[in-house]
C-alpha cells in the first residue's frame, strides 16, 4: 500500500510539474484581444461582413463520483492544466496611448489613404504604402509621416503587449496575430497582403 501511495505522490508531483513548467502562447486569448483592440481603433463597420458565430451548447460536467482517492488527488492537480485560457492584458498605460494615438491617427489621415488605396495592411503587421499616386493631392504629404507613425505605435503595440502579460518572448507571435486580425477585419474596399506579399483588395 505504502510503494503505492508513494507512486501515485511521485506520478502526480511530475504532473505538476508539467503544468507550471509548459507556458504556451494562448493563441485563442491572443486571437480576441487583437479583435478587441483592432475594433477599438477602426471601429465596427469592419465586423459587418463576418456572419455571427453560433453559440456553443454548453458541455455537460465530467462525472467525477467514480475517481476515489485518486480522482480527488488528481482533482487537486489538474484543474490547472484544466482551466480556462488565460486573458491578454491591455490594460496598461502604455497600451491604452498608443490606442489613442492609433485611433486619432485612423479618425485622421490614416482611413483617408486607406480608402483610396495608397496604403494597405502589410502582411506582417504593419502598413505599407502600395501607391502614392493613389493619394489625394490633399494627403500626399501627410503619407510618409503617418505610415511612420503608425508602424512605429505598431510595433511599440506589440512589445508592450508581451511585456504586460509577462513574456517578452511572445512579441512575434502577438505580431502574427495581430498581422492577421488587421486584415481580417479591414473595411471592404481596403488593400492588403497575402502570404506572398502580393496586393489584393478586400
Not at 509548459?22 to 477602426?42: H, L, T
Not at 477585419?185 to 483588395?201: E, F, L, N
Request: glycine share 8%.
Amino acid at each position: 500500500m505504502r510503494k503505492t501511495v508513494v507512486t501515485l505522490a511521485a506520478a502526480l508531483a511530475l504532473l505538476a510539474g508539467c503544468v507550471t513548467i509548459n507556458v504556451y502562447f494562448p493563441a485563442a486569448a491572443a486571437e480576441k484581444a487583437a479583435q478587441q483592440f483592432v475594433d477599438k481603433v477602426i471601429g465596427p463597420e469592419a465586423q459587418q461582413s463576418k456572419p455571427a458565430e453560433p453559440s456553443k451548447p454548453a458541455k455537460p460536467e465530467d462525472d467525477k463520483s467514480g475517481g476515489g482517492a485518486l480522482g480527488a488527488l488528481l482533482d487537486l492537480v489538474v484543474p490547472a492544466a484544466q482551466a480556462a485560457e488565460p486573458d491578454i492584458n491591455l490594460k496598461t498605460p502604455e497600451i491604452e496611448a498608443i490606442r489613442a494615438r492609433m485611433a486619432a491617427r485612423f479618425q485622421g489621415p490614416l482611413q483617408g489613404l486607406l480608402d483610396s488605396g495608397a496604403v494597405g495592411y502589410a502582411n506582417n503587421g504593419m502598413v505599407a504604402v502600395r501607391d502614392a499616386t493613389a493619394a489625394p493631392l490633399a494627403q500626399r504629404g501627410q503619407l510618409n509621416p503617418a505610415v511612420a507613425a503608425e508602424n512605429a505605435d505598431r510595433a511599440a503595440l506589440y512589445r508592450a503587449i508581451a511585456v504586460a502579460n509577462g513574456h517578452p518572448e511572445w512579441e512575434t507571435q502577438i505580431r502574427q496575430t495581430f498581422a492577421r486580425t488587421w486584415i481580417e477585419r479591414a473595411h471592404a474596399g481596403w488593400y492588403y497582403q497575402d502570404s506572398s506579399g502580393a496586393w489584393k483588395r478586400k
